[in-house]
């Protein structure tokens, strides 16, 4: 099976158990979390024999042993035994269990999911919905992304203000470890896996239009979120681009940043950041992402009919802005 991890933090990313397309609609998925994270609890807790825990999750268990925790597939001698000591220290107990509760009912996430790869899996008809897990991580992988396996890393999403997190994690990347991220996340890690950038990896302009694109449909099958929400901002933050979104849009052109192929500063624009440095320290960060977004919007506006794929495979991107006729 190959591989493809990638972090949704974004720092930086199922069982179709039950796909029953009547479930909520006539074209919806019904789309149901395998719960490994509950399964795996179950085994710590002594409730659940080896072979019994193996025959259940096989296919999601050596991808996290080999890949998130670090030892081994299952056929590697001593591998539940080292399994069972991973999760013995007592910090990462209490927090699995804080994470059992918090996520005691999935159920509006399976619903906001069924709802969004719906409508994604019908403007995408060449993708294949993946099974679709949640597990805990003791703190690493947000999101694991394979072949046939999307999974959240659930203990990542407690709450903002959950103690344990003030000691490993600064207050802009706390901001996007809440439950109400889970689905976002969920569907960035699969669009990135699926729709994987093409272009100059450190030519700002470039790496602004893909993630523009990718938020963009982000923000058209999340249907009953506002717009900051699908970025991991506060409302204020949100706001605060809208304000200053002139302002933001003159100093990438006078400061000669927008054509830049400077890896630095891309990054400072795309990357996760307390703020984004080339502008204010009052900015939030990925202020670049935002920019791509809006001269998506601006771009889609002008071009009803391009539908997702169409735009997706638009990688010309000097060409692309000047059809976008970004004025803000």
């Not at 470039?206 to 409302?235: N, P």
């Amino acid at each position: 099976m190959k591989h493809k991890f990638i972090l949704v933090f974004l720092c930086s990313f199922f069982c179709l158990s039950c796909t029953n397309p009547k479930a909520f609609g006539e074209d919806s998925l019904s789309i149901r979390i395998n719960r490994f994270d509950v399964d795996l609890y179950q085994f710590l807790q002594n409730k659940t024999a080896d072979e019994e825990f193996l025959q259940k999750d096989s296919l999601f268990l050596n991808v996290f042993g080999e890949r998130v925790v670090f030892i081994g597939t299952t056929d590697s001698v001593g591998f539940f035994e080292r399994l069972r000591y991973f999760f013995s220290e007592p910090t990462l107990r209490s927090l699995y269990g804080k994470q059992q509760e918090v996520f005691a009912d999935v159920t509006p996430f399976e619903k906001e999911l069924s709802t969004s790869f719906s409508l994604l899996l019908k403007e995408f008809s060449q993708l294949t919905l993946p099974q679709i897990y949640m597990h805990v991580s003791g703190l690493n992988q947000n999101i694991i992304v394979t072949d046939s396996i999307l999974s959240l890393s659930a203990d990542k999403y407690l709450g903002s203000d959950f103690p344990l997190y003030q000691e490993f994690f600064y207050d802009y990347q706390r901001q996007r470890m809440r439950p109400e991220q889970v689905v976002p996340d969920y569907l960035l890690g699969f669009l990135y896996s699926e729709l994987p950038f093409e272009g100059n990896e450190n030519a700002l302009l470039d790496r602004m239009l893909y993630e523009g694109k990718i938020h963009y449909i982000l923000s058209q099958i999340l249907t009953e979120r506002d717009a900051w929400e699908t970025f991991g901002y506060t409302k204020e933050q949100y706001e605060w681009c809208v304000k200053s979104e002139d302002r933001i849009w003159k100093t990438i052109l006078q400061q000669k940043q927008l054509y830049t192929t400077d890896y630095m500063i891309t990054s400072q624009f795309i990357n996760d950041a307390p703020y984004t440095a080339p502008l204010t320290d009052s900015s939030p960060g990925r202020v670049g992402v935002w920019v791509g977004y809006r001269i998506v919007s601006s771009f889609m506006k002008n071009h009803p009919k391009i539908t997702f794929s169409e735009l997706i495979e638009m990688t010309n991107y000097q060409d692309f802005l000047k059809e976008a006729r970004y004025k803000p």
